[in-house]
């Protein structure tokens, strides 16, 4: 198990900033962000994949937001410029440490491949 603990979130205007931090209490093979609206499904945000530093993103967010990871405190972090109103959501870092399901790729975007998960922080981007 890996133990993930989130800061960053917060309120802020439509084009503003805003970095969220994930940190874990050991290495992982790969760190994601997930976001979930009111009403809506959780959806993949964002990972990266620590052995080769593969990162790779939802379209909705391709351009905004930058994942980046330091392999010494195991911490990922999410770099979100140009926020948006449906950018609104609770953000969950997620960890996929061995074992876990499903054979090793270059990048996991499905919730069922991390089976470590934060408990969430809220970013509400105002219009």
């Known amino acids: 198990q890996v133990q993930l603990v989130e800061s960053g979130g917060g309120l802020v205007q439509a084009e503003g900033s805003l970095r969220l931090s994930c940190a874990a209490s050991r290495r992982a093979d790969a760190m994601g962000w997930f976001r979930q609206a009111p009403g809506k499904e959780r959806e993949f945000v964002a990972t990266i994949t620590w052995s080769s530093g593969v990162t790779y993103y939802a379209d909705s967010v391709k351009g905004r937001f930058t994942i980046s990871g330091d392999n010494a405190k195991n911490t990922v972090y999410l770099q979100m410029n140009s926020l948006k109103p449906e950018d609104t959501a609770v953000y969950y870092c997620?960890?996929?440490?061995?074992?876990?399901?499903?054979?090793?790729?270059?990048?996991?975007?499905?919730?069922?491949?991390?089976?470590?998960w934060g408990q969430g922080t809220q970013v509400t981007v105002s219009s």
């Open positions: 997620a960890a996929r440490s061995s074992p876990a399901y499903g054979s090793p790729k270059n990048f996991y975007t499905k919730k069922y491949e991390y089976n470590n």
